[in-house]
């Protein structure tokens, strides 16, 4: 079974509801969870926010988090990530934003540097990636790595094996 079927079976079972932010992704990861028959039952939306505009108009990303930190940064991931649960009163959210290439990039912040944050009850975690690859490579394994985090926060154990390949 699939990595995001697997994280619908658990959410059914949980009676929780999910929803997404995503940014370098450009609603890769939501594209995935929809991919599951019946994803309706627990899947409420996402927000696909690419400028810093829309997340700040759309996910509430403090402005001086964005020129603190960057759009690409721990403290972004986790705003986006608290804001899209808030605003589709959801159970639990992830959040993606990163620099997906092949421009973009700096000494401090390389193409392919990601910020995933999954939010459920009081906490929210994020964790920093560094992908190799080109674009579509970058974007399919933010993607993976959002799923994973996922499924790991809704209790499902993974083979060390498992690899989810769109």
Known sequence: M????????????????????ESCTGGLLSSAITD??????????????????IKRSLLNVKASTLSSFGAVSK????????AVRS?????????ITGIAGPGGGTLEKPVGLVFIAISKGKRTT????????GRKAIKRQSA????TMLAAS?????PLKIRNLF
Do not use: C
Request: charged share 20%; hydrophobic share 50%; aromatic share 6%.
């Open 126 to 133: 994020v964790k920093k990636f560094l992908f190799k690859g």
């Open 87 to 95: 605003a589709l009163k959801v159970d639990i959210s992830a959040a």
């Open 144 to 147: 993976e790595a959002a799923l």
């Open 36 to 53: 599951v028959a019946g994803s309706s039952d627990y899947f409420q939306g996402g927000v696909v926010a690419y400028a810093n505009g």
């Open 75 to 82: 403290e972004t991931a986790g705003e986006m990530a608290r």
């Open 154 to 158: 809704l209790g499902i154990r993974l």
């Open 2 to 21: 699939r990595l995001e079927a697997l994280i619908g079976v658990a959410l059914r079972k949980k009676g929780l509801t999910l929803g997404v932010a």
